[in-house]
């Protein structure tokens, strides 16, 4: 079976293009184009040098030594904590915004949960000098105030979405909306594997580079390129598109992905979608998704702001409809202790986001000479707050 | 074969207005009354808005009216249930409009099915490309006596609008311009360019213009390139102020 895109732009059941004909000129020309420009040599100079120079790459492959030992196999992280702006985020968003340029695009919209997406965002339209807008829910603006002042420092207008439940879902129609208005100048730069085709696939390339790494590091580490078990927190799903993509074909590699269960799978209060949703459309993709028996889209939570999206990528609902990967939910409350205990044996202070992942040791045994790559993808110094509170720090 | 209502209505010599309202907005159960009372003040056609949590190609006034609506029980089965024996007393045309992912749940063939048991005549799902509808759903809607209404907008190519205009029936609906749906006061030169642009290409498929139209001046400059237009925003906005009552003033009102 093939697990990457088709020609058609499906995974399997899920993705399409199901968007407004209003959107339909705008869509169909990065369809057109993303292909071809990202294979352009001047393009891949360009990117690589900026994901090397300005992003830091390549991220380190590292072995977890303590972790390893208490759970008895052989655990690295693959460190896309440590990426300009704090996550693997900005992998994307540096693509993207070398796309817009060469499309001739002069505004940049975007839209952002956690705020993590908005900085990677703002970050890399500074470093170009192009205007950039970016949506977010009004009450993630309250929750993630440090976030807002990073955009607003770095020069992007952060505009409220009023509409709806007011968080994630609601800042990506908004941002749907202002691409509507404004379909010749503008360039909407998707932050997760989510959307309607080609963006599913665009962004899991761009991320893919976290897997392309992994490669080159294990054939060194380990005499073999390829891991046992790739291990990834999924909402929309990037950071486990970008961690999946060079094996999704590669059998020898099984895949694990953890979703955030939040207050527990029936509590009404989750966002573990390949439990809880159901086949349906969601901004512009067939996929997974949260939902009412009427079809309305309900809102998820997650303790983690950056897992709560009602959906998921179609890459991933194929994963996990045709059984290729295994998924696990992981309750907040696990999740914040696996924050705790990856800082306190490792000395890394994860995303609440990234935290989820690991909480699948507990869950899965894995034997002593198996390699198992966790992807580390992102810090947790925007979740202070979130783990002051909990930790009474 | 029995006739399209719609296919009646645009063979009338005569330019059409036409009304969209969210149904379950203002009130739950206003359905069936708005109805009467937009048939009887001469409106030739309505579009009822079936409510979704996240409309995306809809402004401010729409999206309101919509969470209004779902706040107030409007579901799928609600609004079925309202409209059945409705052809007892509307025999305008009636057209369904709203987004894939209710219809997916309900299930697309049992919707048609109730579609046509109802005397609906067709429909318009904003999110649901031509190209994909005409692979899975076109058979299964033809089936059931239902039209499916395609957008275009000021962007959409030539060679596009020939191709959706091929696969049309019923009407194509014209976008106004490149913008979610809203009341705009006035149109400009792009619009009237755009709106000869299209008469000028000699479709088969008759054009109403819709978005943007709020007031008798932009309704004359809609209709004056095209068979009608449609309102939906403005006509919210009435009957959240004026309620379901006063319906008769608002359809005079554009048609000063």
């Known amino acids: ?393 | 074969m029995k006739q399209n209502r719609i296919d009646l209505k645009f063979q009338e010599d005569k330019k059409l207005l036409s009304i969209y309202f969210s149904a379950g907005f203002p009130n739950l159960e206003d359905t069936v009354p708005i109805l009467k009372n937009l048939q009887a003040a001469g409106v030739d056609m309505v579009e009822i808005g079936l409510p979704f949590s996240d409309p995306l190609a809809d402004g401010p006034t729409i999206q309101e009216s919509s969470t209004q609506a779902l706040r107030n029980g409007m579901t799928t089965e609600k609004l079925f249930t309202q409209l059945e024996g409705i052809r007892d007393h509307i025999d305008i045309p009636l057209v369904l409009m709203g987004y894939f992912n209710p219809m997916m749940q309900y299930g697309i063939e049992k919707f048609c099915k109730r579609c046509e048991a109802i005397g609906i005549d067709g429909l318009i799902i904003p999110d649901l490309p031509v190209d994909v509808y005409n692979e899975e759903y076109k058979s299964m809607f033809d089936q059931h006596g239902l039209y499916n209404m395609f957008l275009i907008t000021p962007q959409t190519p030539d060679a596009r609008i020939r191709y959706i205009d091929e696969v049309s029936n019923g009407f194509i609906y014209m976008v106004s311009s490149a913008a979610v749906t809203g009341a705009k006061t006035t149109f400009g030169a792009t619009q009237t360019d755009y709106f000869q642009r299209i008469a000028h290409m000699d479709l088969k498929t008759p054009t109403v213009v819709g978005f943007g139209i709020s007031n008798t001046e932009t309704y004359t400059a809609a209709i004056s390139h095209s068979k009608g237009a449609i309102i939906g925003s403005a006509f919210i906005k009435f009957l959240e102020e004026k309620g379901v009552d006063q319906i008769k003033d608002f359809v005079t009102g554009i048609r000063a």
């Open chain 1, 1 to 393: 079976m093939n697990y990457n895109v088709d020609e058609k732009g499906y995974y399997g059941d899920f993705g399409g293009a199901f968007i407004p004909e209003m959107l339909y000129p705008n869509v169909a020309e990065l369809r057109e184009n993303y292909l071809k420009i990202t294979a352009e040599p001047e393009f891949q100079k360009e990117f690589d040098d900026l994901l090397k120079n300005y992003v830091g790459r390549p991220t380190p492959l590292y072995f977890a030594k303590r972790l390893s030992e208490k759970y008895n196999t052989k655990i690295y992280l693959k460190r896309e904590d440590l990426c300009h702006t704090g996550a693997h985020k900005v992998n994307n968003t540096i693509g993207q915004i070398l796309l817009a340029k060469r499309l001739g695009k002069t505004r940049i919209i975007a839209e952002t949960g956690a705020g993590q997406h908005g900085v990677a965002t703002a970050t890399v339209c500074a470093l170009m000098g192009i205007e950039c807008i970016v949506y977010m829910g009004e009450l993630d603006i309250k929750r993630q105030a440090p976030n807002v002042a990073r955009m607003k420092m770095l020069g992007a207008e952060v505009r409220p979405a009023l509409s709806g439940s007011k968080t994630l879902k609601d800042a990506t129609n908004e941002a749907i909306r202002d691409w509507i208005n404004n379909p010749v100048d503008t360039h909407y730069i998707i932050g997760s594997v989510v959307g309607p085709h080609p963006y599913p696939d665009m962004v899991a390339r761009f991320q893919s580079v976290i897997s392309e790494e992994i490669k080159i590091q294990l054939q060194q580490l380990e005499g073999r390129d390829y891991p046992d078990h790739v291990i990834a927190c999924v909402g929309g799903g990037s950071n486990a598109a970008g961690l999946y993509y060079h094996y999704l074909n590669d059998t020898r590699v099984n895949i694990i992905a953890v979703e955030a269960a939040g207050k527990g799978i029936d509590s009404g209060a989750s966002a573990a979608t390949s439990v809880l949703g159901k086949e349906g459309v969601i901004h512009g993709s067939k996929t997974l998704l949260m939902q009412t028996p009427d079809g309305q889209i309900t809102e998820p939570y997650s303790i983690s702001a950056g897992l709560d999206y009602p959906g998921v990528g179609p890459m991933h609902a194929h994963l996990f409809r045709s059984g290729r990967a295994e998924f696990i939910s992981v309750p907040d409350q696990e999740a914040m202790d696996w924050g705790l205990t990856l800082s306190q044996m490792e000395g890394i202070i994860p995303a609440i986001e990234t935290a989820h992942a690991f909480a699948a040791l507990d869950v899965r045994k894995f034997e002593p000479d198996e390699v198992v790559v966790f992807n580390c993808s992102g810090r947790g110094d925007k979740d202070l707050d979130t783990y002051i509170d909990y930790f009474k720090l």
